[in-house]
Antibody
Framework: QMQLQESGPGLVKPSETLSLTCSVSGGSITSSSDYWGWIRQPPGKGLEWIATIYYSGNTYYNLSLKSRVTISVDTSKNQFSLKVTSVTAADTAVYYC???????????WGRGTTVTVSS | DIVMTQSPDSLAVSLGERATINCKSSQSLLYKSDNKNYLAWYQQKLGQPPQLLIYWASIRESGVPDRFSGSGSGTDFTLTISSLQPEDVAVYYCQQYYSNLAFGGGTRVEIK
């Protein structure tokens, strides 16, 4: 059964860059039927889609975050990653990585990693 | 961008009673070429990631109890829990995948 695991610093200073990695096990990130994405959830709030990537490198971004966000894939490591630049307290959230179907609904979620932006 | 609006924000239902959650999209999610509604529902229990309940507006994911059902088309959708169980206490989200992704704000379901 496929599993996704997020990793990265739990604390990031304001104005710095948040970097997270999602490791995929139990399946290949190069599956032709799957997309990979990041979703976040601020404390006590709802879900916000951040970005999606296909193993070939095609990327799709939430327009509200696009200027600060980069999603990338490393097929040799079966991983994909997220970078968010110039972070503020508003970027404090649980960050989930996920496997999306070809149609973009989400079949598998990671357990999530909490990122706090604070000095 | 497509905006998803859920109602109510929260509801309390007695055990064994019906719970109904509404989701409205700012534009139609019905793709005419395949006659499918590009809408999914997720359940998120406290401290856990969301889990897929329903896709294509009405198709239950494998393993989801049949007391959960989805209906609707175009811009108006409903998730119904026919007989609320204690394990159904959660926040429920709708999500459109007609154009990238967007989630509704969530509906919290509690026991009355």
């Amino acid at each position: 059964q496929m599993q996704l695991q997020e990793s990265g610093p739990g604390l990031v200073k304001p104005s710095e860059t948040l970097s997270l990695t999602c490791s995929v096990s139990g399946g290949s990130i190069t599956s032709s039927s799957d997309y990979w994405g990041w979703i976040r959830q601020p404390p006590g709030k709802g879900l916000e889609w951040i970005a999606t990537i296909y193993y070939s490198g095609n990327t799709y971004y939430n327009l509200s975050l696009k200027s600060r966000v980069t999603i990338s894939v490393d097929t040799s490591k079966n991983q994909f990653s997220l970078k968010v630049t110039s972070v503020t307290a508003a970027d404090t959230a649980v960050y989930y990585c996920a496997r999306l179907t070809h149609y973009y609904y989400i079949e598998v979620w990671g357990r999530g990693t909490t990122v706090t932006v604070s000095s | 961008d497509i905006v998803m609006t859920q109602s109510p924000d929260s509801l309390a239902v007695s055990l064994g009673e019906r719970a109904t959650i509404n989701c409205k999209s700012s534009q139609s999610l019905l793709y005419k070429s395949d006659n499918k509604n590009y809408l999914a529902w997720y359940q998120q229990k406290l401290g856990q990631p969301p889990q897929l309940l329903i896709y294509w507006a009405s198709i239950r994911e494998s393993g989801v109890p049949d007391r959960f059902s989805g209906s609707g088309s175009g811009t108006d959708f409903t998730l119904t829990i026919s007989s609320l169980q204690p394990e159904d206490v959660a926040v429920y989200y709708c999500q459109q995948y007609y154009s990238n992704l967007a989630f509704g704000g969530g509906t919290r379901v509690e026991i009355k």
